[in-house]
């Protein structure tokens, strides 16, 4: 599939099922998706911004805002800037950030993660949670993200993979290629949406090849960590 036709497709897809979006991850993974970004977020605790002032923290890929939310609770001194291609997600995310009286710190705004309109070296950290797969382009998602992160700023993904083992593999892949796309229908009303999802984590690059692939855009001291038996990975990295 072509850069822009993936992007296109992922876009109209996102628009579609955004009003349950949230309710359809939280049933599927059985909150689980709740942990996981909670760890994501805890690797760039402790980051400070320049002499120690605010921290500024790009989240690409967002969709509606969970990532930004848990970085502000987490993060009381840092301004987020969450980015996504669909219209309909960011709405819902900024709904969500006006709820809970985050508008000052949380900024929601529509555009491509893989050309950024921000200045070399603008934010302390980026993260990106279940999104990266969806770019039409990992390799220039990675040097995008390296390239407005400051010298000394941190990557951290969060992303699914495919769980390897004899027994638990094949019942995860079962579970994920039959039942996961059948509920997800049932309640999106989109046929195609929770298709897509099984089918971009099989071509998302494995563990040591998504690792490689970060050293090659520039990023040290890669490394990651399997959440639940390989169901998804979290994987840092630095700009020196």
């Not at 298709?195 to 099989?202: F, Q, W």
Request: aromatic share 10%.
């Amino acid at each position: 599939m072509e850069e822009n036709s993936k992007k296109t497709r992922v876009r109209e897809m996102f628009d579609s099922i955004a009003p349950r979006y949230d309710l359809l991850n939280h049933l599927l993974s059985f909150g689980v998706d709740r942990l996981w970004r909670r760890r994501m977020v805890g690797v760039v605790d402790g980051l400070e911004g320049p002499d120690g002032g605010e921290l500024g923290v790009l989240t690409p890929h967002d969709v509606t805002g969970d990532v930004a939310v848990a970085l502000a609770r987490r993060l009381p001194a840092a301004r987020i800037t969450g980015i996504d291609l669909s219209g309909e997600m960011l709405a819902v995310g900024r709904g969500k950030v006006a709820r809970r009286g985050l508008c000052d710190r949380i900024e929601l705004v529509q555009g491509d993660a893989e050309q950024l309109s921000f200045p070399d070296g603008t934010f302390d950290a980026v993260t990106i949670g279940f999104g990266i797969r969806n770019f039409g382009s990992i390799e220039a998602g990675l040097a995008e993200a390296f390239r407005v992160l400051r010298p000394g700023g941190r990557l951290c993904i969060l992303e699914f993979s495919t769980p390897r083992g004899r027994c638990f593999g094949p019942l995860y892949r079962f579970y994920f290629h039959r039942i996961l796309p059948l509920v997800g229908r049932l309640i999106s009303k989109d046929d195609s949406a929770y298709t897509y999802l099984p089918e971009s984590v099989d071509h998302f690059p494995d563990n040591l090849l998504f690792l490689r692939l970060m050293g090659q855009a520039g990023f040290a001291a890669c490394r990651s960590r399997r959440q639940m038996r390989g169901i998804a990975y979290i994987y840092e990295g630095r700009k020196e």
